[in-house]
Nanobody, 125 residues
Framework: QVQLVESGGGLVQAGGSLRLSCAASGRTFSSYYMGWFRQAPGKERQFVAAIFWSGSSTYYANSVKGRFTISRDNAKNTVYLQMNSLKPEDTAVYYC??????????????????WGQGTQVTVSS
């Protein structure tokens, strides 16, 4: 079992920044890659970014590339999502998730094994 707790969401004006954190506990040594997804009201959950626990590979959705940065602190078992130049269309509940075995497809939510409870990000125009 892996437990994930997100924090750092809030209300920000367009053009502003937020940093989300996802703290993992439990069987964290089995984490293979971690991802951030978001879900706006009435819309499907969509991939935002992913990072592999070993190495430094990172991946981003085209909609956030160049504005968001995913990073990790292995010692703290924490993954971050730095979000800059926020837009109203970034408004959503943001979730972190972890896959605990090799394989799968990092940008598809069904391949993730554990999810956090989500944190609300609201960007005002």
């Amino acid at each position: 079992q892996v437990q994930l707790v997100e924090s750092g969401g809030g209300l920000v004006q367009a053009g502003g920044s937020l940093r989300l954190s996802c703290a993992a506990s439990g069987r964290t040594f089995s984490s293979y890659y971690m991802g951030w997804f978001r879900q706006a009201p009435g819309k499907e959950r969509q991939f935002v970014a992913a990072i592999f626990w070993s190495g430094s590979s990172t991946y981003y959705a085209n909609s956030v590339k160049g504005r968001f940065t995913i990073s990790r602190d292995n010692a703290k078992n924490t993954v971050y999502l730095q979000m800059n130049s926020l837009k109203p269309e970034d408004t959503a509940v943001y979730y972190c998730a972890v896959r605990t075995k090799p394989g799968g497809t990092y940008y598809l939510s069904p391949f993730y094994d554990y999810w956090g409870q989500g944190t609300q990000v609201t960007v005002s125009s």
